[in-house]
């Protein structure tokens, strides 16, 4: 197996495990009578973090899977609508700020990156809007070192989770408990 093979199956793996949450949550939203709600007007709310310094890679792979979902709004939020630049150079605009960024999100994502992660790890602005925004997020879920920023908003504690094998050994300093696989899945 080569390594676009492996990527289409990997892809194909976690939008199916993603799609199954999702349906199921669907299925269990209901109204005071006990009946089934219309959920097909609401398109699915996806919110992918973009910060200075991440990894477009963490990005565009996710977001390419997500963007041919049917009935799926992606949007890529960050602070402003300012260019965002990634660790290698790439120019990525939000097409929403904290501000205007759906409130719930279905999903809420957070790829990985380097010194930009880092940094991230302490600005409260952008903790605050993951803290946020995770709570009521039907599925929250990160690439790479993306799950150090999701510990770092308060979002990881006492729930698995994994990271880059360079810094997973940080994240019981964030609340979670840490599993040494490559992908982890607890609540949602």
Same mark, same amino acid.
């Given at each position: ?13 976690? +939008?199916?495990? @993603? ?18 709600? !219309? ?12 910060? *200075? ?8 792979? *996710? ?6 979902? *049917?009935?799926? /709004? ?11 630049? #990634? ?7 939000? #097409? ?17 990156? !380097? ?8 600005? !409260? ?16 879920? #990160? ?6 920023? +999701?510990?770092?908003?308060? +979002?990881?504690?006492?729930?698995? @989770?994994?990271?880059?094998? !360079? ?13 040494? /696989? ?5 609540? /949602?």
């Amino acid at each position: 197996m080569d390594r676009r093979e492996f990527g289409q199956r990997l892809c194909g793996a976690a +939008l199916s495990a @993603a799609l199954a949450k999702l349906a199921i949550a669907q299925q269990q939203t209901r109204d005071t009578s006990g009946k089934q709600q !219309s959920i097909s007007d609401k398109p699915t709310e996806i919110a992918m973090l973009i910060y *200075p310094g991440m990894t477009a890679l963490d990005l565009i792979g *996710p977001q390419q899977v997500f963007g041919y979902l *049917p009935g799926v /709004n992606v949007e890529l939020v960050a602070k402003t609508k300012n260019p965002v630049r #990634s660790d290698t150079g790439i120019t990525i605009l939000p #097409s929403k700020t904290f501000a205007d960024c759906a409130d719930p999100v279905d999903i809420l994502f957070v790829g990985g990156g !380097s010194d930009g992660t880092v940094a991230l790890m302490t600005d !409260s602005e952008t903790l605050d809007f993951l803290a946020w925004r995770g709570k009521t997020a039907k599925l929250v879920t #990160s690439v790479c070192t993306g799950s150090m920023v +999701l510990g770092a908003a308060g +979002l990881l504690r006492g729930h698995k @989770a994994t990271s880059h094998w !360079s810094v997973r050994d940080l994240l019981p300093q964030l609340g979670a408990e840490l599993v040494v /696989n490559r992908v982890v899945q607890d609540r /949602n």
